[in-house]
Structures are given as structure tokens and as C-alpha cells.
């Protein structure tokens, strides 16, 4: 089992660059897949991307603008969000799943964050 917390969501301008965080605790980092997701209010939580030992996936919605990395050392897993626009507004999940997998659909985690909200202002 591990605990997640996510940090690193703010108001920022569009255009504007920001990084989010998720500390990951609880159980050996190397064995689970992360995932990052996102929701706004009424619809239901989207995959952004996800890494595991095993490679990396991103939504085509955020290819090329967002990246996602992890720092062994702090059990800590990235997501750098560049040229963000107002449509990238909403609260901001991390999410583990036992295995190296990686996927994008949020049915298949079973640990999750708290969330983070990212406000993007136009």
C-alpha cells in the first residue's frame, strides 16, 4: 500500500509553465505505475500520463506540452505542464497502481491523492 500527495497546483497565466508533484510513500517506489489525472466539476477524471519501470503514455491532449518524470531518490513523480491554456483549469490527481503497467484509465488505480487545483487564467 502507498500514501500519495500531490503539491504544486496554483493560479498561473496562460502560457505560463508549472510543475506538479506527487510524493509517493508506503511501499517499494520501483514497484507501482503512476498515473496523472485530471477533473473538472460535472465530468469524470481524464489520463494525462503515466509511468512505470516500463515506459511512459501521455493523452494526445497534452503531448508535446506536458511531461512526466520521477525522481527515485524523493519517490516523487513529475508532471512539468507547459504552455498551459485556461482549458487546463481543474483539480489535479496522482494516482498508483501495484505492477508496471502503465496505463491512463483510472478504473484500473487503486491509490490516490488528495488532488491539486491548477487554475489557468486567459
Known amino acids: 500500500e502507498v500514501q500519495l500527495v500531490e503539491s504544486g497546483g496554483k493560479l498561473v497565466q496562460a502560457g505560463e509553465s508549472l510543475r506538479l508533484s506527487c510524493a509517493v510513500s508506503?511501499?517499494?517506489?520501483?514497484?507501482?505505475?503512476v498515473g496523472w489525472f485530471r477533473q473538472v466539476p460535472g465530468e469524470g477524471r481524464q489520463g494525462l500520463s503515466c509511468l512505470s519501470t516500463s515506459g511512459f503514455d501521455y493523452a494526445d491532449s497534452v503531448k508535446g506540452r506536458f511531461t512526466i518524470y520521477r525522481d527515485n531518490a524523493k519517490n516523487t513523480v513529475y508532471l512539468q505542464m507547459n504552455s498551459l491554456k485556461p482549458e487546463d483549469t481543474a483539480v489535479y490527481y496522482c494516482?498508483?497502481?501495484?505492477?508496471?503497467?502503465?496505463?491512463?484509465?483510472?478504473?484500473?488505480?487503486?491509490?490516490w491523492g488528495q488532488g491539486t487545483r491548477v487554475t489557468v487564467s486567459s
Open positions: 508506503g511501499d517499494t517506489f520501483d514497484d507501482y505505475a
Open positions: 494516482a498508483a497502481r501495484p505492477g508496471y503497467i502503465a496505463t491512463m484509465h483510472s478504473d484500473q488505480y487503486s491509490y
